[in-house]
């Protein structure tokens, strides 16, 4: 049987915590034919994130809420002068205080705007604000970590914006519903590793390993075998990257 490629939408593998097994993590991703879309929470993560990228790493730069002071511009010269793959991690969040997020958020939605790349956000606690202001911009959009109501994951599907859903999907009942209601073509998956999962995960940090076990869950939420919602899910990745017209990334 085939085997699906799978595509991990938000992990963070930059992060101190992967240092150590580093070798061993690309190693997996290599012999399973995952690949990661690594995102970045500042200017030092972002540079951190390119020494990353390669056959099975997609580097994402930019400013996370909780670092909206830092200097956006050095994110539009890493984005310019890089072979990147989108902008994130970027938003809005009422957690780390309000202080120039607005700006920070709606200058980097411009870098991928003018770039043509797409942009993974961050929309805890913010969620109609991110939505507000994502309907000024022309970019593709992922909302990681969907947390939203009914409704909301109804007016991003209106919006054509991609939600994704991670290890929670695999025991929290709710999760899984509001996969059930998402748009097909619109869906995705993610770790945003190193956040630790508990549960059956045992309150272990998310590694790309866990990817076919959010798919599993998935999968028995809309329905579908595991081959055809790998499929799905690779297929709406590789949309949402830009990559339907690229060599296999």
């Known amino acids: ?27 997996y991703m290599r012999r399973t034919g995952t690949v990661a879309c690594c995102v970045s ?3 030092e993560d972002s540079a951190a994130t390119l020494r990353l990228a390669g056959d099975v790493v997609l580097p994402f730069v930019g400013i996370h809420p909780q670092f909206a002071g830092e200097d956006v511009e050095s994110i539009r010269l890493m984005a310019e002068s890089h072979s990147i793959s989108g902008i994130g991690e970027i938003g809005l ?3 780390y205080g309000t202080d120039g997020q607005a700006a920070a958020f709606e200058a980097q939605l411009e870098i991928a705007e003018g770039l043509g790349l797409p942009v993974s956000v ?8 991110v939505l507000d202001t994502l309907t000024s911009y022309e970019c593709t959009a992922l ?18 914006l991609y939600v994704s859903y991670g290890p929670l999907a695999v025991y929290a009942t709710d999760k899984r519903r509001l996969a059930s209601l998402t748009r097909p073509d619109r869906i995705l998956v993610e770790t945003d590793g190193p956040v630790p999962f508990s549960r059956c995960f045992d309150h272990t940090s998310a590694h790309p390993a866990f990817l076919p076990s959010v798919v599993f869950a998935l999968a028995g939420a809309l329905g579908r ?18 990559l339907d017209n690229r060599p296999y990334a």
């Open 1 to 27: 049987m085939r085997h699906t490629a799978l595509y991990d939408s938000h992990i963070h593998l930059s992060d101190p915590h992967y240092a150590d097994e580093m070798e061993y993590v690309l190693e």
């Open 122 to 129: 961050h929309s805890r606690k913010s969620l109609d604000a």
């Open 143 to 160: 909302l990681h970590w969907f947390e939203g109501s009914k409704g909301r994951l109804r007016r991003a599907g209106d919006m054509g």
């Open 41 to 43: 929470t500042n200017p």
């Open 93 to 95: 969040d009422p957690t």
């Open 225 to 242: 075998t595991y081959g055809s919602m790998a499929e799905v899910l690779r297929s709406n990745t590789r949309a949402y990257l830009g």
